[in-house]
């Protein structure tokens, strides 16, 4: 399953611009976006893990799911939780695409 995660850290920004990335991100990739599970955190800093939305994606995924972010840093705000997350998605062979950051999957790292 396709697995959309967004973000904004504060209640005056809005994810319009990630929105449309990610709608190109899976037009690119043969992604049907309708079909896409979406999961939306507001005016939440990425400093803190214990976001509702994000806390469901990781309940919700599935081997071989695929996350699409518009960046890492929506995911993950340092290499502390970055680290054992990829570790964990490659045990389970879960793929994340951004369309600022690249590709993380089983065989790639971030930068």
Do not use: H
């Amino acid at each position: 399953m396709i697995r959309v995660y967004y973000r904004v850290s504060t209640d005056k920004q809005e994810f319009r611009m990630q929105e449309l990335a990610i709608k190109n991100l899976c037009k690119d990739q043969g992604f049907d976006y309708n079909a896409c599970k979406i999961y939306t955190d507001y005016a939440i800093t990425g400093t803190i893990a214990d976001r509702k939305e994000y806390q469901m994606l990781l309940s919700d995924l599935q081997d071989y799911d695929t996350i699409l972010a518009y960046e890492f840093s929506r995911l993950w705000r340092d290499m502390s939780e970055q680290a054992p997350m990829t570790r964990k998605f490659r045990e389970r062979n879960i793929t994340v695409l951004s369309p600022r950051d690249g590709r993380l999957d089983k065989t790639q790292t971030c930068s």
